[in-house]
């Protein structure tokens, strides 16, 4: 009994020696990117103990034993942490990696969750950018977004021509192309060739007034906002780095070219026989040359480094990336170099002032190929044999690609490579490119600094200056040369001088912009009692931009070791171009948003901008949006309906503008004239309009979202978005001295649907499969012209009133006769004919425009453990081009100097032989309707396999995570069309740069 009773004695003695020993911690917890506390925060003990949730004002107190060493901290949608005991804590916890997809940035101010935004937004997260394999971003985006499309026009790695459009053609004459916004600054299209797109957190599209009305005249257009990485207060930091290696080819190859033995054939059939030395040349020496396989590389390499470091304290938080990009063309002269620095900085100095930096420095260095198709696209339309698309279908297949020479004996000897074809007589690409140098660099900056104020609870101060400018130099040098004689006889005839020297030349060009962003804003945010929740958003705005750029060519080099310009003996006035332009916009805005209990948010926005680029009376305008949303699923009627995950309803209406045109278009300008008795002169360029003034959008807007079975989700809008005074080119009378002058006249509408549809089919520890299809139909109408017009012939194509833009206005072809062989054309009455008669028989050619009506994208997410499969596909439907390219390879007339497609050998040479082809000596029309396609597609634009590996493997190498990837992109199309490639978004393809199939290899470790 007495040891029983000391054992119980020792028992409680131990008992409240522990109790004893138990301290009470107080602290708060905080959010780390608004700095507000977190009411209802979790705190528990790690290893025993009870928990206990932060008040109101975010602080909590615990009392823990002894042994317990750290404290873990959660709260929904924020990272959990793990912190050591201390007094008096402060702990910051960070949103959720997993839940970054719900926090957006729609405009100034702070971020939203994604499920209270009431317009119409898409969000493209850090995973749809990871591992693509073009030096540009916008790529990502493709068939990503219901209502965006994106059509790339060249497959040049340097190339930043993309047609990008949200919901539409808003204009005709002025920019379509969205406002893109980098952490908070407007930046130009330099930015899709240097920010590298691993630095990017998320994309956000701005689609209907609601969400870009703050934005009011640069927005007619939409808004495409880009957030960068950063890191996390009190993040520990981590190293990230990233290998890659990859090739390049064309993505299509449609056109069948004749070979050698073909080619002679045709050219027996027409009567038009090939020398007997072109003859023997295949017959005897087998030469067959695919000279497309001469012209495109199919294995053009891309190197990528990259490395980031991200990490913080519990005050200051930075991430820092480098990057290097080398990726060489398809084709000779062109391929970029990158190097980019990814910079950004964020510091509390205390409790209510914050201040940061984010900086993108890139440099650029590459090459264009002076002659290919899309160079001329805007210019006077020069057709080049020498463009190496152009020269792989129009060489002659039995010239060789190397000279060869003969011996006495009739052997043969084989020398170097052609420089110059024995039987095209025309150089190489090859040869061209020997003797001229091509280059261009770039340096851009893009950078913004930010000091915010956050004086009492809810209220921030926030001001933002940024910049976004480039130095852009071009250098050309044409190279003095001899005349070209080859080992088989033949002279390149070109102009030389006494010394039997063709003279060099020397262009070098300059050109610098900036555009300086100030940015002011104050946004207070309350509650009350906690169903109330108000917000309001006060700014104001000033961009001031400057172009500067000048260029000389000089000419008269006989020396390629001298070329500097002052070495040139030659110049002219025309030779010498300098450019000044400045732009200033001013502008105040408001926000005013509100949300009842969770289910029922208003928006509203107002902006008054001032522009230097409107007539001085007419430089003031104001925009408006008011939108509201109601979360039906939050409704007491709906708790119950389990199979119904969310419900949400919204409507918006709203102005938005678009300046974006030419900075003096309202002044009358003069300018560089006419020589006058050898003499320079001046004269008016440009005819004044003291009205113009803004073109505007009105838009309205009503959709929903709905989520079931936790499965599905179904987002869909309608939209209807009419332009008013739109900024157009008016033709005037030759008596007024000046050929054009802008003007605000026409209207148009667009009217159109979005539909995005996903679902999570299976969600398990080890699985996960995802389906996701998206479209967009959108219905273009002109509903006015200038002067009452009803119609307006631009060539090839048509503004009608009552139709959509750029219908097609051509003669309709009709084959060809088969009694005699002629061209048949259909008269504007329908009646056939043999005569080409463009001002009598040309029609609307209905329901065909190079603008599809209808696009979209699908694909699927596959994940079993460490193994992930993305596939994504993007598709456009019912838009048409003019194949420009097909007009010098199906004609008899080109037979001579130019190979021919295989249909030629059905050409017409019998009566009664039904065909297509024409006989010999009819003269082929470039404008009917004979070489109008068919460019819908379906492109795999992406297939992304990766793997990581297993977490205890990374472990024990001291690493956080190794992963192993493949990346596809424009693996398979599908189409009809039968030129170079049917992407790009243009009226005529002519032996444009066409987009490339893509294949690399990563490796991607963290520390």
């Known amino acids: 009994m007495k040891k029983l009773l000391f054992l119980l004695a020792v028992l409680v003695a131990t008992t409240l020696g522990a109790l004893a020993q138990n301290r009470t911690v107080s602290g708060v917890v905080l959010d780390a990117d608004t700095d507000e506390p977190l ?19 975010g602080r909590f107190t615990i009392s823990v034993p002894a042994s317990v060493k750290e404290l873990e901290f959660s709260y929904v949608g924020m990272e959990t942490k793990k912190v050591p005991v201390s007094e008096k804590m402060t702990v910051v916890l960070s949103t959720s990696s997993l839940m970054l997809d719900q926090v957006v940035v729609t405009g100034y101010g702070s971020g939203k969750k994604l499920g209270s935004v009431v317009g119409s937004v898409a969000v493209v997260g850090e995973k749809q950018l990871e591992n693509i394999t073009t030096p540009s971003f916008v790529d990502a985006l493709q068939g990503q977004v219901a209502g965006l499309s994106i059509a790339s026009a060249s497959g040049d790695p340097s190339s930043t021509e993309n047609d990008i459009r949200i919901r539409g053609l808003n204009s005709l004459n002025s920019s379509t192309t969205p406002l893109f916004i980098l952490d908070g600054a407007p930046v130009t299209q330099t930015v899709f060739s240097t920010l590298n797109p691993n630095d990017i957190e998320s994309i956000t599209v701005l689609k209907d007034a609601s969400s870009v009305a703050l934005y009011g005249s640069r927005a007619a257009n939409g808004v495409i906002v880009i957030t960068s990485k950063k890191s996390k207060f009190g993040e520990q930091a981590k190293v990230n780095v990233r290998l890659k290696y990859g090739w390049s080819q064309r993505a299509t190859d449609n056109i069948e070219m004749m070979d050698a033995r073909q080619y002679i054939a045709y050219r027996d059939l027409i009567k038009a026989p090939v020398p007997d030395a072109a003859r023997y040349a295949v017959e005897t020496l087998g030469v067959n040359t695919d000279w497309s396989k001469e012209m495109y590389d199919s294995h053009a390499p891309t190197y990528s480094l990259e490395a980031s470091i991200a990490g913080g304290t519990e005050h200051t938080k930075y991430y820092v990336s480098l990057n290097h990009l080398d990726q060489e063309g398809i084709i000779d002269q062109s391929g970029m170099r990158r190097e980019t620095l990814r910079f950004s900085l964020d510091t509390r100095a205390n409790k209510w002032f914050y201040f940061g930096l984010q900086a993108n420095l890139g440099y650029t260095k590459y090459e264009q190929n002076s002659e290919s198709g899309e160079q001329y696209e805007s210019g006077n339309h020069q057709y080049y044999i020498t463009n190496p698309m152009a020269f792989a279908l129009q060489a002659l297949p039995y010239d060789s690609p190397y000279y060869y020479t003969f011996n006495e004996d009739g052997s043969v000897n084989w020398l170097g490579k052609s420089e110059y074809l024995h039987f095209s007589q ?219 995950d969310n419900a949400k309803f919204r409507i918006s209406y709203g102005t938005t503008g678009n300046s974006s045109f030419a900075n003096y278009a309202y002044q009358s300008l003069i300018g560089t004239g006419p020589l006058y008795n050898g003499q320079p002169s001046i004269g008016i360029t440009q005819d004044s309009n003291s009205k113009l003034s ?39 009378s030759d008596t007024s001295g000046a050929s054009s002058g802008w003007g605000n006249v026409g209207s148009m509408r667009n009217l159109g649907v979005d539909i995005d549809v996903r679902a999570d089919i299976i969600k398990t520890k080890d699985w996960y499969w995802n389906l996701h299809a998206n479209m967009n139909y959108n219905k273009n109408t002109i509903t006015g012209l200038y002067d009452d017009l009803d119609e307006l012939d631009m060539g090839l194509t048509k503004l009608e009133v009552g139709r959509p833009a ?79 390219d097909l007009f010098f390879i199906t004609d008899n007339n080109n037979a001579a100097s130019s190979n021919q497609r295989t249909v030629m050998m059905n050409v017409w040479t019998t009566p009664g032989q039904i065909t297509d082809i024409p006989k010999v000596g009819e003269t082929i029309q470039q404008g009917d309707t004979r070489w109008l396609e068919d460019a819908s597609y379906v492109r795999l634009k992406n297939l992304t396999l990766a793997y990581n590996l297993p977490q205890y493997l990374c472990n ?16 398979l199309t599908f189409t009809d069309f039968t030129g170079l490639d049917p992407e790009p978004e243009t009226t005529t393809v002519f032996f444009f740069y066409p987009n490339t199939r893509q294949y690399e290899f990563g490796l991607n470790v963290s520390f």
């Open 39 to 57: 009411i209802g925060a979790s705190v528990k003990p790690v290893g025993g103990g009870n928990g206990v949730a932060t008040d109101v004002n």
């Open 426 to 644: 025309i150089p190489t690409p090859g040869y061209i490119n020997a003797i001229r140098s091509v280059s261009r660099n770039r340096v851009t900056v893009n950078a913004a600094m930010y000091e915010m104020i956050r004086p009492i609870k809810g209220l921030t101060l926030r001001a933002q200056q940024s910049i976004d400018a480039y130095d852009m130099r071009a250098s050309n040098y044409s190279f003095p040369y001899p005349l070209l004689k080859t080992p088989m006889g033949d002279t390149w005839q070109e102009k030389t001088n006494e010394q039997g020297i063709v003279e060099g030349g020397n262009s070098q060009s300059f050109s610098r912009y900036y555009q300086f962003t100030y940015t002011n804003t104050a946004e207070y945010k309350f509650s009350l009692k906690d169903i109330h929740n108000i917000g309001i958003l006060l700014g104001q705005e000033t961009i001031l931009s400057k172009t500067n750029g000048f260029g000389v060519v000089v000419n008269g080099f006989t020396d390629a070791r001298q070329m500097l310009l002052a070495q040139g003996t030659k110049i002219t006035m025309k030779g010498v171009a300098q450019s000044i332009s400045e732009m200033v916009m001013n502008s105040w805005f408001a926000n005013l948003n509100y949300d009842f209990d969770n289910r029922y948010f208003f928006d509203f926005n107002f902006r008054r901008d001032g522009s230097s680029r409107f007539a001085p009376d007419h430089r003031w305008s104001n925009f408006f949006s008011i939108g509201g949303m109601w979360n039906a699923k939050n409704e007491t009627f709906l708790q119950d309906i389990t199979w119904l």
């Open 694 to 732: 803004w073109e505007s959008v009105r838009s309205f807007d009503v959709g929903f979202n709905a989520g079931f079975l936790n499965i599905f989700n179904v987002d869909f809008d309608f939209y209807v978005k009419n332009t008013h005074d739109m900024l157009m080119s008016i033709p005037y």
């Open 806 to 884: 750029y219908e097609y206005f051509m003669v309709r072809y009709a084959g060809v006769d088969p009694r005699d062989g002629k061209q048949m054309w259909y008269t504007k009455e329908g009646n056939l004919t043999k005569e080409y008669n463009r001002d009598r028989d040309a029609v609307r050619i209905e329901g065909k425009t190079p603008l599809s009506p209808i696009h979209g994208g699908f694909g699927t997410d596959l994940r079993w453990k460490n193994l992930s499969l993305r596939v994504d596909f993007n598709w456009s439907a019912n838009k048409w081009m003019r194949n420009a």
């Open 956 to 971: 024990k190498a001291g690493l956080s995570g190794v992963q192993l990837h493949f990346t596809g992109r424009n693996l």
